[in-house]
């Protein structure tokens, strides 16, 4: 059955996909939204291309001035730049986290909202309603500051690029041979296999019910074996 793309999907508790699906493209980016309560979260809200389709169902889900935090994995404009349009519609502060080391490189997208750097793996962010966002910091897989965020409560891992894939034939959930996807994508943007075994041994000690990354499809099955071939993944050649 086909999913209704044009509308925000919900994939855990409260916590929906809110990018743009184009038939015609081989690689989508993944933003989501939080939903919780008196406050909502935006993460990796994408690029200026995408920016009106996601804007729409950024706001079928929630009215904009309940977003009051807003997290980048990292720095790569194809999750940050349409920040600034969002800051613009948003009419009060909000709060940007962002590991340390890319924090330094998205105010030349003209962010201009309070950045809080994340320095160390489980500092969080503590919603309201007691909600915990961990980060946890992935150097070098692929940019020297980047992070993930484990959501405690729905137990999703928002995996940024890791675990993303190029896909002429999207589909929102993981098919059979999506491993196969994501060794393809990950393994030319990351330098060392000692980087990827470090973000392994990390996302072993969490215990995660869905994987949501900002390329590629969402991870619901065989949560393990993709952890595991973290480890096993080429790296530190440039595949031409
Ligand atoms: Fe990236
Ligand atoms: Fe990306």
Same mark, same amino acid.
């Given at each position: 059955?086909?999913? /209704? ?16 699906? %184009?038939?015609?493209?081989? *690689?989508? #980016? ?12 935006? +993460? ?11 804007? /729409? ?7 904009? %001035?309940? &977003? ?7 720095? %790569?404009?194809?999750? #940050? ?8 519609? &948003?009419?009060?502060? =909000?709060? $940007? ?6 924090? !330094? *490189?998205?105010?030349?997208?003209? &962010? ?22 961990? !980060? ?6 692929? *940019? ?11 137990? =999703? ?5 890791? !675990?993303?894939? !190029? ?14 996807? $994501? /060794? ?5 943007? =990351?330098?060392?296999? /000692?980087?990827l075994e470090n =973000?392994a ?21 065989? +949560?393990?074996? *993709? ?14």
């Amino acid at each position: 059955m086909r999913m /209704k793309y044009e509308e925000p999907i919900e994939i855990a508790e409260n916590t929906y996909w809110v990018g743009h699906y %184009d038939e015609e493209a081989g *690689f989508h #980016c993944n933003p989501y939204l939080i939903d919780d309560g008196e406050e909502a979260v935006l +993460i990796d809200p994408g690029g200026i291309t995408h920016y009106p389709h996601v804007l /729409k169902k950024v706001i079928r889900a929630v009215d904009l %001035d309940r &977003i009051h935090h807003i997290i980048l994995h990292h720095q %790569d404009p194809d999750l #940050c730049a349409s920040t600034p349009r969002y800051e613009e519609l &948003i009419n009060h502060e =909000v709060t $940007v986290y962002n590991p340390l080391r890319a924090s !330094f *490189f998205i105010p030349y997208y003209g &962010i201009k909202s309070r950045v809080v750097p994340i320095r160390r793996d489980g500092e969080a962010l503590v919603l309201k309603s007691g909600r915990r966002l961990e !980060f946890y910091l992935t150097p070098f897989v692929h *940019f020297a500051g980047s992070m993930v965020t484990y959501d405690t409560r729905s137990k =999703v891992l928002f995996s940024s690029d890791i !675990f993303g894939a !190029f896909s002429f034939d999207w589909s929102l959930y993981a098919r059979d041979d999506y491993l196969e996807a $994501v /060794k393809a994508f990950l393994e030319p943007y =990351v330098g060392s296999k /000692k980087a990827l075994e470090n =973000v392994a041994r990390k996302l072993e000690q969490l215990d995660i019910e869905v994987i949501a990354p900002q390329h590629g499809s969402i991870i619901t099955d065989n +949560i393990p074996e *993709f952890i595991q071939a973290l480890r096993e993944m080429d790296a530190g050649v440039y595949l031409e």
